[in-house]
């Protein structure tokens, strides 16, 4: 039987029993699962060596745990409602039977474009049924997928195909966001010619538009899956094999391509999705993330999936065709669980109440917070205005590298505070280190959010460079993996992240390397060099400022403002667009040349007076020339 927490009493002696023989505790859980072949060992390797396995010589394939074992029993349940771009386009429900065929048909159009067990194939496209179909054909017929998120740029979507040396593209003619068109189409073409390792694309029809077309490597979707066959063998997994890689942004300015095995990431998403959301047999679940991000992969494609759960994929923004969308949909689908990002509340929070008020809300249970720390006050407003009072609120700390859910009230459960992710999962055992690489006891201190054993659905490397992976997250503090956040243990022993200490900023939920927006702006002919930090955002909860020295002089800065964003949305994306660029005859630098950020970002989030000490810095009076300037 599957581990479901149904108390807090029960919590705390689960959490202890995880404690006392940790292994025992994951091969209970994986044993959960249909496996071809039981593992031989629950888990190899350590962090000081870097060489994690679990479940080792566990043979799997995951779509038959997400799927093929629900036929017999829900095959008829509702498995996704699809609600377009816009509320009046067509709709769509798929119950399970129907995503199983669905996914055996495309399996079967993979293979016979020669897409064989370990390749990689990359999806870029809208946030659609097809997204998640292509996904899990991948993994049924042992191929890598990596999707990328469809606001990418042709040059960040070309980097991602080169790193994985992606056999196969899947996009679509084009997308609607809101009221914007998207040529996904005109950017994979433009991103293919620098991308030579891709032998086909498949295209899937939303926009009806015109588009280039290459005869003989361009082919419609709608055609291949037409005479596709529904049955297919899914192919046999080693646990250890990947199911997919994601990239993320690192202190460095090239993405990182995290990788995922099938046994570990399957038997840990499922854990966490049923214990922190709790939910039930007739729940419908709406997590309003994107499938390019990790959100989307383990909390509406494979953690649901696995439960059984009807959930919703919503191709839509917040605020199209106005700031009632959510809740509108909410109400639609009587939505019991609902899982979105500081941001996105923030935003609602800027409009009028009728937005809310005038939406039938009283379906809603949970409600849950990801991708970034939640402010007191948005907790409050979500609290208040959406749950009424009446829902359990979780917020859920995580990582795309961690894979699934670690630190987070459990719904019902838990005792909440505002902004505090509260406590671990059982199986997870969060530290705080010192600066010295020594573990902080007892609460109310501050320090680095460390994690001290592995867990199932660690990342297990950065693709096609193990060295990165080490030195980015098992080098700081040997024998613990660095989380790169800073975080709180407050006196009952809760957890409250306080934010990134490397070179990481968290826009919005998304994770972006400082050196790749600054290396995006430094393509600019006119630009001699950038810093980037972050700061106090009101909305997006961190901004981008960018302070850069430019040769010689600006004359029309509207102008000069303009090319640099132009160039950061055509190199990277319009999501690491600066939101303040201010130009300085300097850098605070110290005498071996290493940018001084702690002083940038006292500037940027208007702490003047906190600066420190500046007298070690090469040219001290760069600092007061800062500090008098303008942002543009």
């Not at 202890?16 to 249909?34: C, I, K, M, P, V």
């Not at 073409?189 to 077309?213: F, G, K, M, Y």
Request: aromatic share 12%.
């Amino acid at each position: 039987m599957w581990l479901n927490i149904k108390s807090f009493d029960n919590y705390q002696e689960t959490f202890n029993q995880s404690e006392q023989d940790r292994l025992s505790f994951w091969d209970h859980e994986a044993g959960t699962f249909y496996w071809r072949k039981r593992w031989d060992q629950v888990q190899t390797g350590s962090f000081e060596e870097g060489n994690i396995k679990w479940f080792v010589g566990g043979k799997l394939n995951i779509t038959q745990n997400a799927l093929d074992r629900h036929l017999n029993t829900i095959g008829n349940k509702t498995a996704f409602i699809f609600e377009p771009n816009h509320p009046d386009s067509f709709r769509r429900t798929i119950t399970y039977k129907q995503l199983h065929e669905d996914v055996c048909r495309f399996s079967n159009v993979l293979e016979s474009k020669g897409i064989t067990k370990g390749d990689r194939v990359c999806i870029y496209m809208a946030m659609t049924p097809e997204l998640i179909i292509a996904a899990l054909a991948c993994a049924r017929i042992g191929a890598v997928h990596s999707i990328v998120f469809a606001g990418f740029s042709a040059q960040s979507l070309s980097e991602r195909i080169n790193d994985c040396q992606a056999k196969m593209l899947i996009t679509n003619d084009g997308l609607r966001r809101g009221d914007k068109h998207v040529p996904l189409k005109d950017i994979s073409d433009e991103a293919l010619q620098t991308s030579p390792s891709v032998e086909n694309v498949i295209v899937c029809q939303r926009t009806n538009r015109d588009i280039h077309w290459e005869e003989g490597r361009d082919f419609w979707w709608h055609n291949l899956i037409r005479n596709a066959s529904r049955h297919h063998e899914a192919v046999e997994m080693d646990a250890e094999d990947p199911l997919f890689i994601l990239y993320t942004s690192g202190s460095t300015g090239k993405p990182k391509g995290v990788v995922h095995t099938c046994g570990g990431y399957m038997v840990y998403t499922s854990y966490s999705f049923r214990n922190v959301f709790q939910v039930g047999a007739d729940d419908v679940y709406w997590c309003t993330a994107d499938a390019g991000w990790i959100t989307g992969h383990s909390y509406i494609i494979y953690g649901p999936l696995f439960t059984g759960t009807t959930g919703i994929i919503f191709e839509g923004t917040p605020t199209y065709p106005d700031a009632g969308r959510f809740w509108e949909v909410v109400e639609k689908y009587k939505v019991t669980h609902f899982y979105t990002a500081p941001t996105a509340i923030r935003a609602l929070m800027s409009f009028d109440m009728d937005y809310v008020t005038k939406y039938d809300l009283s379906s809603l249970k949970v409600l849950g917070s990801v991708g970034e720390p939640i402010n007191e006050e948005a907790w409050n407003w979500y609290h208040k205005h959406i749950g009424k009072e009446r829902c359990d609120i979780v917020d859920t700390w995580w990582q795309t590298e961690t894979g699934g859910i670690l630190i987070s009230p459990l719904a019902g459960i838990t005792p909440t505070k505002p902004g505090f992710a509260t406590l671990p999962l059982p199986g997870i055992f969060p530290v705080l280190m010192d600066e010295n690489g020594h573990e902080i006891q007892g609460n109310g201190v501050e320090g680095n959010l460390c994690i001290k054993y592995p867990w199932p659905s660690i990342a297990r490397t950065v693709y096609g460079d193990h060295e990165r992976y080490l030195q980015t997250y098992l080098s700081a503090y040997k024998g613990y993996y660095f989380t790169g956040d800073g975080c709180r243990r407050d006196e009952d022993g809760y957890y409250r992240i306080t934010g990134r200490v490397d070179d990481v900023l968290n826009v919005s939920g998304h994770r972006l390397g400082t050196a790749e927006i600054e290396n995006a702006l430094d393509e600019h002919p006119k630009v001699v060099e950038t810093a980037i930090v972050g700061y106090p955002h009101d909305i997006k909860g961190q901004g981008v400022y960018a302070f850069m020295i430019c040769d010689g002089e600006v004359g029309d800065k509207a102008a000069f403002k303009k090319e640099l964003l132009d160039l950061v949305t055509k190199i990277i994306g319009p999501i690491a667009k600066p939101d303040k660029i201010q130009i300085v005859p300097g850098l605070p630098k110290t005498r071996s040349g290493k940018i001084m950020r702690r002083i940038l970002r006292k500037v940027a989030s208007n702490e003047v007076d906190q600066l420190g000490d500046t007298s070690t810095l090469l040219d001290p009076s760069v600092v007061d020339a800062i500090v008098s300037g303008e942002a543009l």
